[in-house]
């Protein structure tokens, strides 16, 4: 396995942000959802060697990143990490951005550097904005930068925090093509708050809620936990966990009694994350 | 396909200092700086004048116009690239490693001061300087090399220095510019006895509260030149001097690597020790080593007022 978390627990000022978590991810796309606050940028982090656990083990890429500074280095040279929150140098370009992680990724040779950098920016699509300024680039583009620097030198582990935030649906179809590629070779951890993007991408989905693992298991199993819990009305229903009125004009009804004359619906991700997690999701659920 | 290289650390510092020097070189605020020192020393040079005057004072050009926008500028390029920290903190390259590359930049301001002095000899061999001219010929060779190279390029890369150590501990909005100002203060508190009309008597003095004025990192030597056209340098010797101030320049390197909790090996802590220790030599020998009383010239002729 590429990444392996037992008992993984982490704290901030006394509060959990994690418990207790075992885990293990290999080849291929795992999507974290979650709640805001459930922990999801903490394991994340975690995971990217930016923070260390409070307890339990964390071997990341056969290696133990809290044994030595030199095996932390190892292991982050198999990295690719892409923060919820990046900000950017003001007078650097798109290129010179990418270039400069590069470097920290101990690309030295010149030639080659530069080759790999057109590369990654050419895989999210911003090969034509090289010679622009970062502070300049809407927010998906500068999105894709940070994605570009994860993707320097194909890493074996791509840990993603929210990378689909603030791309536009095109943008987001580039991102699941340039994944869908990555995953053949690498485990990439993604955390997102579109399930419509775990349900496209991720083989296997862990939700996470106030610090724990609530489900772990692949995309359709936990759709299928939905199954028979999901109605379209004409009217709307108090007790159910969510509903809404659809462009339709009808209701879609997510848990509580099935109402009368209700035609049951096709369950989907989104459905069974918001069954799980209840009144948590539902308000994380609700726009900004 | 696995498209990683083979790692070695120099070859990434050396492509990060590139980096890092480009950045650096093509700051508004370091072009302007540079560009007015460099026009700005021939029109100081004493136009109208038949030689070339008070030359051992010109270097506060450079250490003004270079040295500071330089803290400037490297205190900035310093903060920048934590703006990023998340992302580059996971990368193999470290904080400390990054401190490097941005202290290594500071090649671009020492450069450029190298250039001013280049111009400054341009300047003086075109002109030419008065027989009684504090300057090679009446002074120790040394002394002048001393002076030139302490107060000009080297108070430009010490600039740059002291910026990558301002920016990497203090992150508070206008550091770099309180560190500027702190600095001024500095300087001058250090050598405020030594101003005023009684300059030339008291570099002549051999007072020791003259060469205390060597503890701060840009001293006073040249008087400049006054009414009854003499001047004097101040007491001390400027060859220490100028180690001295090299040794403030790696401790203020060691002292920014070592905001790098991971840098923070018995190695590093023993070599700010030893820099510190030297530091200290090279004052006191600038200090007690040299002569005590300062060197004070014949009038200059054309210089004389009235």
């Given at each position: 396995m590429?990444v392996d978390l037992i ?50 083990r964390v071997r990341l890429?056969g290696g133990d ?224 | ?306």
């Amino acid at each position: 396995m590429t990444v392996d978390l037992i008992g993984v627990g982490k704290s901030y000022a006394g509060t959990a942000a994690l418990s207790d978590i075992t885990l293990s991810f290999g080849r291929g796309v795992t999507g974290l959802l979650g709640p805001n606050g459930a922990g999801k940028t903490t394991l994340l982090r975690i995971v990217a060697t930016s923070i260390a656990a409070d307890r339990g083990r964390v071997r990341l890429l056969g290696g133990d990143p809290h044994a030595s500074h030199a095996e932390l280095t190892q292991v982050r040279r198999g990295l690719g990490y892409l923060p919820q929150e990046l900000g950017y140098p003001g007078d650097m370009t798109t290129y010179g951005f990418v270039e400069y992680v590069a470097v920290l990724k101990e690309w030295n040779d010149r030639r080659a550097r530069q080759r790999e950098v057109r590369r990654v920016l050419e895989l999210v699509g911003l090969a034509d904005l090289a010679g622009k300024r970062v502070a300049k680039l809407s927010g998906g583009q500068r999105r894709r930068v940070g994605l570009a620097q994860a993707l320097l030198g194909d890493p074996r582990l791509l840990v993603l925090d929210e990378p689909t935030t603030g791309l536009d649906p095109a943008q987001r179809a580039t991102l699941r093509r340039t994944l869908s590629v990555v995953a053949h070779e690498a485990t990439v951890l993604l955390s997102t708050h579109q399930t419509e993007d775990v349900a496209a991408l991720c083989e296997r989905v862990v939700v996470l809620a106030a610090g724990q693992v609530r489900f772990d298991g692949t995309v359709v199993d936990l759709v299928a936990t939905a199954a028979g819990r999901v109605w379209l009305t004409d009217h709307d229903v108090p007790d159910a966990a969510v509903t809404w009125r659809t462009g339709t004009g009808r209701h879609r009804v997510v848990g509580g009694s099935p109402p009368p004359g209700a035609e049951s619906a096709e369950p989907t991700l989104e459905d069974a994350y918001l069954l799980m997690l209840g009144a948590d999701a539902a308000v994380s659920a609700l726009p900004a | 396909m696995q498209s990683t290289l083979p790692t070695t650390g120099h070859g990434t510092l050396v492509a990060m200092v590139a980096i890092e020097a480009r950045r650096f070189a093509r700051h508004p605020l370091f072009l302007l700086g540079a560009l007015v020192a460099l026009v700005l020393q021939p029109l100081v040079s004493g136009v109208g004048d038949p030689f070339a005057s008070d030359v051992l004072a010109w270097p506060i050009i450079p250490a003004f116009f270079i040295g500071l926008p330089s803290l400037v500028v490297a205190a900035l390029l310093t903060r920048s690239t934590e703006a990023a920290s998340e992302a580059m903190g996971t990368a193999p390259g470290s904080e400390a490693r990054r401190t490097l590359a941005v202290a290594g930049a500071a090649v671009v301001p020492f450069t450029v001061g190298l250039l001013w002095l280049a111009e400054l000899f341009a300047i003086v061999s075109i002109k030419g300087v008065h027989p009684h001219e504090l300057w090679f010929g009446t002074m120790d060779d040394l002394h002048v090399w001393g002076i030139l190279l302490a107060l000009g390029p080297v108070a430009c890369l010490g600039g740059a220095l002291l910026g990558v150590l301002a920016g990497r501990w203090l992150t508070f909005r206008g550091a770099p510019a309180v560190v500027v100002v702190a600095l001024v203060a500095v300087d001058i508190g250090a050598q405020i006895g030594t101003m005023g009309e009684d300059i030339v008597a008291h570099h002549a003095s051999g007072d020791l509260g003259v060469r205390a004025r060597l503890l701060a990192p840009w001293a006073l030597w040249h008087s400049g030149g006054l009414p009854d056209g003499r001047a004097s340098v101040g007491g001390g010797d400027p060859v220490w001097y100028l180690f001295y101030l090299l040794a403030l320049c790696a401790l203020a390197v060691g002292g920014a690597a070592w905001h790098d909790r991971t840098a923070r090996t018995p190695r590093l802590r023993l070599t700010l020790y030893a820099v510190i220790g030297v530091a200290v030599t090279f004052l006191a020998l600038a200090v007690f080593a040299g002569p005590e009383a300062g060197t004070v010239s014949e009038p200059v002729p054309f210089k004389v007022e009235g």
